[in-house]
């Protein structure tokens, strides 16, 4: 009988962190989490989008370079150097979301660390909810289109040891990302066994709040929506996911949290329930992944690629033909 390979991961979830709070405290919370990531034998530790700063897209800079005091001109730095020592200290590796500035381009980021400190994989978000320019009939901007450009980066998977394991297939996407079962496929068709992912999401749909005669999307349909595309984007796709949240009333914006770990049948294994820092944990077999990619979701057996031109020769959605009864 072959060894099982187990990684033990965790969902660090976030409290708010309001826009006065330094760098330095943020930090601070985070290496905390670790630390109690470590006692219960956490192996890799999952951090939210934009986990070093409050959620700043809800802010209006006129002046875009205004917006640099939220972004990271270098990682490691200064203040963020006690993740990299704490993962050394515990050996354990993390995944960090934060605002990057490379010279003059902007992006919404995440990082995978491993134990050493080294940086394995970086992502840089595709999917960027929201609009470039202030809007006056939201109660909350969204300016991830003003302060971020599109990743480049494409939906990267690397092979890499973790915990005890000699190499795992991890691979990462933001927020809005896991809406999109294309991400999904992407990181699918390069046999991805664990997907990280941050999110910071309101409890309110603001889109919905400014159109006139709106439908209502209720805040447990929000939940519900992230949970669903977290759980089929890991079922069809035959992997685990960890996908954790910032939570409670930031800057006066309320996030739903809920944090999530699912495994590769689309169940949740451990959820968030609180509303400040909180760490949950699962233990994941990775051999788990197989059941899926060898029967239903044997890609190279049962995809018709063929039949999905439409998925990447077209954006938006066209109209049908019509069928006129005779
Ligand atoms: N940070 C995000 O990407 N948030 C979006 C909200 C705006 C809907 C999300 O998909 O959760």
Redesign the pocket.
Known sequence: MPMSRILTVAAAQLGPIQAAEPRTSAVARMVRLMERAHRRGVELVVFP?LALTTFFPRHYHEDIAEADLWFEPSMPSIETAPLFDAARRFGIGFHLGYAERAGTRRFNTAILVAPSGEIVLKYRKVHL??HAEFDPARRVQ?L?KRYFEVGDLGFPVIEAPMGTLDGINMGMMI??DR?WPEAWRVLGLQSVELVMLG????TTNQDAATQAGAAFEAPHLRVFHSHLSVQAGAYQNATFAVATAKTGIEDGCELFGHSIIVNPQGEIVAQATGRGDELITADCDLDQCRLGRTSIFDFARHRRPEAYERIIDQVGAISPPRFIPR
């Open positions: 989008e909810p929201g969204h991830e927020c809005n809406r999110y910071n999401t309101p």
